[in-house]
């Protein structure tokens, strides 16, 4: 279910990785903190495969109940995210693509391009990431991901 605007979000605990510190990461970082969710910054910096890697595992272990994973394009770290059982890493370049990550496909990380992506649009999509809960509507097509 979408949380409206408004709404009270649930505050999570979030893995978050990346392969490069930057103003937008810290800002990230910062903006998830505010919103009232435990970052735990697991790879700052590390090279982009660990970072997938280890914040990926940190989900799936139930570590952290979301991620959040940075390298230049954000392909590399989804790509090794992915590679962990129980992890669904999507790639959002806007809010709109993370709110149907959560809803239609039960994504538990979010991937970012450093290259594309502004402290605003970043604080967008992560909105959208932490407020919306898979559509129960869906669970026929989620259980077919596997």
Known sequence: MVNRPGARVRQVRVAFGTDEQTPVTNAMAAHLVEAGHQVDLLADPAPWPEVG?????????????????????????????????????????????????????RANIVALSLRLTTEQVAGEILDAFFATEPDPDEADMIARLG
């Open 53 to 105: 890697r280890v914040v990926g595992e940190a989900v799936a272990a139930g570590q952290a109940d979301r991620g959040v994973v940075c390298c230049w394009t954000g392909t590399g770290v989804s790509i090794a995210a992915n590679k962990v059982a129980g992890v669904r890493a999507a790639l959002c370049v806007d809010a709109e693509t993370a709110r149907g990550a959560r809803r239609w496909n």
